[in-house]
């Protein structure tokens, strides 16, 4: 208990003796777990935005005027015996009339509707029709162009949000793919600064560490207090990454809150507190395995004493 005491205490004297070495290796390391954290963050947003894109897409159905009640249900019953079909909405004429007429169109566009008595409606039934996930967008359109149909539906409108979808696909493939790059490199930086760092801080303590030696210290006993401070590096530079990651989410949250109308389509730091730590902890994990990797290269030639 004594010697692992003594351990943490020559691992701590280290750390902060050489602080301007250590803040050097700790922002090193910083910039890596930050180039990886925004790079899980992109992915899942984009991953968060293909989904609320799906949740908001529909066809919708005009179907022609005149069209008995009776046959329009017949028509959503046909739709929702389809395995495609997540769900479907009657929209009836009175309030299509009352959608348009709240609607941002012009004033002049509204004035065409006063051509029509109170107990006229111009407007026919719709069926706003919605899939499990885009691609089944296809089949359901197969379904309703069929001849048995035709003379049911008047027009149906879907907008290509596939596109949509592959754009953001393919941005995310090319930042994931340059991120990878520029993670490597740092922390290949990371590994060189970690190890000129070491080599320069056991240097500086040859004089202590050939005396530990001389009175009968182990290699272990020697070593351990330096494998201890590339731990408390990682420590410290997930720390400070916390520091900055968790305050900007908390910035930009509400921006996409607004930009998606909705509380539900992004939401970076449930996403942070759902995968705290499998991120952050991994992150941790990865470094302190480094560092003390670096540590017991760094380290040999001074222990053949």
Same mark, same amino acid.
Not at 54 to 63: G, P
């Given at each position: 208990?004594?010697?692992?005491?003594? #351990?943490?205490?020559?691992?701590?004297?280290?750390?902060?003796?050489?602080?301007?070495?250590?803040l050097? +290796?700790?922002?090193?390391?910083?910039?890596?777990?930050? *180039?990886?954290?925004?790079?899980?963050t992109?992915?899942?947003?984009? !991953?968060? !935005?293909?989904k609320?894109v799906?949740?908001?897409?529909?066809?919708? #159905? $005009?179907?022609q005027?005149?069209?008995? /009640?009776?046959?329009?249900?017949?028509? /959503?019953?046909?739709?929702?015996?389809?395995?495609?079909?997540?769900? +479907?909405?009657?929209?009836t004429?009175e309030?299509?009339?009352?959608?348009?007429?709240?609607? *941002?169109?012009? +004033?002049?566009?509204k004035?065409?509707?006063?051509?029509?008595?109170?107990?006229?409606?111009? &407007?026919?039934? *719709?069926?706003?029709? @919605?899939?499990?996930?885009?691609? @089944?967008?296809? /089949?359901?359109?197969?379904?309703?162009?069929?001849?048995?149909?035709?003379?049911?539906?008047?027009?149906?409108?879907?907008?290509?949000?596939? !596109?949509?979808?592959?754009?953001?696909?393919?941005?995310?493939?090319?930042?994931?793919?340059? $991120?990878?790059?520029?993670?490597?490199?740092? #922390?290949?930086?990371?590994?060189?600064?970690?190890?000129? +760092?070491?080599?320069?801080?056991?240097?500086s303590?040859?004089?202590?560490?050939?005396?530990?030696?001389l009175?009968?210290?182990?290699?272990?006993?020697?070593?351990a207090?330096?494998?201890?401070?590339?731990?408390?590096?990682?420590?410290?530079?997930?720390?400070?990454?916390?520091?900055?990651?968790?305050?900007?989410?908390?910035?930009?949250?509400?921006?996409?809150? =607004?930009?998606? @109308?909705?509380?539900?389509v992004?939401?970076?730091?449930g996403?942070?507190?759902? =995968?705290?730590?499998?991120?952050?902890?991994?992150e941790?994990?990865?470094?302190?395995?480094?560092?003390? &990797? *670096?540590?017991?290269?760094? #380290?040999?030639?001074?222990?053949? /004493?």
């Open positions: 208990m004594t010697s692992i005491i003594r #351990i943490i205490k020559f691992a701590l004297q280290g750390f902060f003796r050489n602080f301007w070495l250590s050097v +290796t700790i922002t090193m390391m910083l910039m890596a777990v930050l *180039s990886v954290t925004l790079m899980l992109m992915d899942y947003v984009k !991953t968060a !935005t293909i609320g799906e949740q908001k897409i529909d066809i919708l #159905i $005009s179907l005027p005149g069209v008995r /009640v009776e046959r329009v249900d017949q028509f /959503v019953a046909d739709l929702e015996n389809l395995a495609e079909v997540k769900k +479907t909405s009657i929209i004429p309030q299509n009339r009352e959608m348009f007429s709240n609607s *941002s169109l012009n +004033t002049k566009a004035k065409a509707l006063e051509v029509f008595g109170a107990d006229e409606n111009p &407007f026919s039934y *719709s069926v706003a029709i @919605q899939a499990y996930n885009i691609e @089944q967008y296809p /089949v359901i359109t197969k379904f309703i162009d069929q001849e048995k149909y035709q003379s049911l539906v008047e027009e149906k409108s879907f907008n290509d949000y596939q !596109t949509f979808i592959d754009k953001i696909n393919d941005l995310s493939r090319n930042v994931n793919k340059y $991120s990878w790059y520029i993670i490597a490199i740092f #922390i290949f930086i990371s590994a060189i600064v970690i190890f000129n +760092t070491i080599r320069i801080s056991i240097y303590r040859k004089d202590e560490i050939m005396i530990m030696k009175v009968g210290a182990t290699d272990w006993f020697v070593k207090p330096f494998l201890l401070e590339g731990v408390f590096y990682a420590l410290a530079a997930v720390l400070i990454m916390l520091a900055v990651i968790y305050p900007l989410a908390s910035f930009i949250q509400p921006l996409l809150n =607004n930009y998606f @109308q909705s509380n539900q992004i939401d970076i730091q996403y942070f507190q759902d =995968n705290f730590w499998l991120i952050f902890g991994g941790w994990l990865a470094l302190a395995i480094l560092n003390m &990797f *670096s540590t017991s290269i760094a #380290i040999r030639k001074y222990l053949k /004493v």
